[in-house]
């Protein structure tokens, strides 16, 4: 099983501030990496797929990179209602897994 | 609007069984890929369960290989999870969410609101 290791678990931050957010993966899973966020009492929505590609509607200020191991969510001017949990997503071999999540608190 | 709309949650006893659904609308449900993902409480997200369009191809987390089986009814536009032998790890509110797939890659792209299952004596 891949295991996607994120740090920080949690982070405190202030409104303009810019969160990074790392995603570890314990093999090589290519571009293989999505980023979801999830608000809370809401379902996650999908932020970043392959690893930098970024979707149609979602702010420009969310940004990823990253491949092989190592990816980072980018988070730049944060705004209030960015507060939320954020998880990658490896679908690069089965059992597909996320990491544990960040929490962003405001 | 395309929606996916969970269903069938409940309070189960451990060792019980339970059948959730996923009601899909506003899109071609049979063209696409869908998969269960659960969030126990307080948790983070959880990948369960895959199934192909036609059905024909379906993968399991070990987790609940053996004691769920997915499936779908495309002329109902449906997605089902048929949950066996309960355990009380198995208490999490369960996602259903379409999987869309480009040249470069699949995501999942549309969630539904989920429904609870508790399992407890």
């Known amino acids: 099983e891949i295991v996607l290791t994120q740090s920080p678990d949690f982070q405190s931050v202030t409104p303009k501030e810019k969160v990074t957010i790392i995603c570890r993966a314990s093999?090589?899973?290519?571009?293989?990496l999505q980023w979801y966020q999830q608000k809370p009492g809401q379902s996650p929505k999908l932020l970043i797929k392959y690893a930098s590609q970024s979707l149609s509607g979602v702010p420009s200020r969310f940004s990823g990179s990253g491949s092989g191991t190592d990816f980072t969510l980018t988070i730049d001017s944060l705004e209030a209602e960015d507060a939320a949990t954020y998880y990658c997503?490896?679908?690069?071999?089965?059992?597909?897994?996320f990491g544990q999540g960040t929490k962003v608190e405001i | 609007e395309v929606q996916l709309v969970e269903s069938g949650g409940g309070l189960v006893q451990p060792g019980g069984s339970l059948r959730v659904s996923c009601a899909a609308s506003g899109f071609t449900f049979s063209t696409y890929q869908m998969n269960w993902v659960r969030q126990a409480p307080g948790k983070g997200l959880e990948w369960i369960s895959y199934i192909s369009s036609s059905g024909t191809t379906i993968y399991y987390a070990d987790s609940v290989k053996g004691r769920f089986t997915i499936s779908r009814d495309n002329a109902k536009n449906s997605l089902y999870l048929q949950m066996n032998s309960l355990r009380a790890e198995d208490t999490a509110l369960y996602y259903c969410?379409?999987?869309?797939?480009?040249?470069?890659?699949?995501?999942?792209?549309?969630w539904g609101q989920g429904t609870t299952v508790t399992v407890s004596s």
């Open positions: 997503h490896q679908i690069s071999g089965l059992p597909w897994t």
């Open positions: 969410a379409r999987r869309y797939c480009n040249s470069s890659s699949c995501f999942m792209d549309v």
């Open positions: 093999q090589s899973i290519g571009n293989n």
